[in-house]
C-alpha cells in the first residue's frame, strides 16, 4: 500500500473583504497564504471601484467577501438594497473573481469594542474611517474561521 502524501493548501491569492458603506467603505486582505486578515484602506464609496481595479491589477485577488447588513432577526435593513446593488456592480467589473456576502451583524459594535480596547484616543475612536477597516477586518478574520472549520 503505498501511504498518501499530505495534501499542502498552497493558495497564493489574496482574498480582499469590503464593509460597503454609502460615504466610505472600509477594506481589508488576506495574506497570500491566507492566514490573517488584515485592514488595507478605507475609501470614499464613489472611488471604489477604481481603487477596486487598481488593487487586483497590482495583487493576485481570488475573491470578495462582502459585508450583509441584517437586522437581528434576519430581516433586510435599509442599507441591504444598496449593498446588493453593489455587489451586482463588482461581479459585473470583476469576472474573474468570486463574490460571497457574509452576515455582518453586530460586526461595527465589535469593531467599536475592538477600538476600545485597544487604548487609542479619543480622537483616533472618532475618525470613522479606522472604524471601516476595523470592520472589514473583523468581517475577513470571521470568513476565514469559518472556513477553516468546514475543512
Known sequence: DAIAEPTVLCASMRVLAIDFGLKRTGLAVTDPARIIASALETVETKQ????LKDYVVRE????????LPVN???????????????ISELKKRFPAQWVETVDERLT???AQQTLLASGVGKQARRDKGVLDRISATILLQGWLEQRQRRG
Open 48 to 51: 471604489v471601484m477604481t481603487w
Open 72 to 86: 437581528l432577526n434576519g430581516s433586510a435593513t435599509d442599507a441591504t438594497p444598496h449593498v446588493q446593488g453593489f
Open 60 to 67: 493576485k485577488v481570488e475573491g470578495f467577501v462582502v459585508g
Open 108 to 110: 461595527s459594535r465589535m
